[in-house]
């Protein structure tokens, strides 16, 4: 039976970080440094909410609280919080980013070849940099992404949940 308290934490989590992705992408900040790093940041923001979730739950049973039982609602925490983000970042690549990566790749993608060429010394003709563009749009996978991410989440969701019930464990027997 999955507890309430991290499932609500989750869901949480889960809509201030799609609400976040959203605006970046929506007000065109995607290829700032706010929009390359939101992932990253994404996944920091975990780490205050895993901190509240087990401060809370601490305190519910009255300060006694075993790393065992830290972990284990943290990590339903986590859990929740990548199905749902998965399951957002699946749909959301499919009708929009994708589309969005494309256009990049048309546009930037020629101009970004002949730098790397010119910078190795190495000519690249219009035919290879059609090729590669065309290769890098085949490429594009909403999977992929995802998995990514997915891979992003799990890990450091992990190493967080770990990190916080350590520090935030109390056993009666101190």
Known sequence: MLKTKPVAFALIYSILVIAFKLFVFHTGLQMTKLGMYSHILSLLAMTPFVFVLVFLLRKERGGDLSGKVALKHALIFVSMS??????????????????????????????SIQEQAQKTGKPVSAAEVDKMITENIQNLSAFKDTTSKLFGIIIYGIFSSFVVSIFLRRNASR
């Open 82 to 111: 990548a199905v749902i983000l998965s399951v957002f970042n699946y749909v959301f690549f499919e009708r929009e980013l994708s589309t969005y990566i494309v256009k990049y790749i048309q546009t930037e993608g020629p101009r």
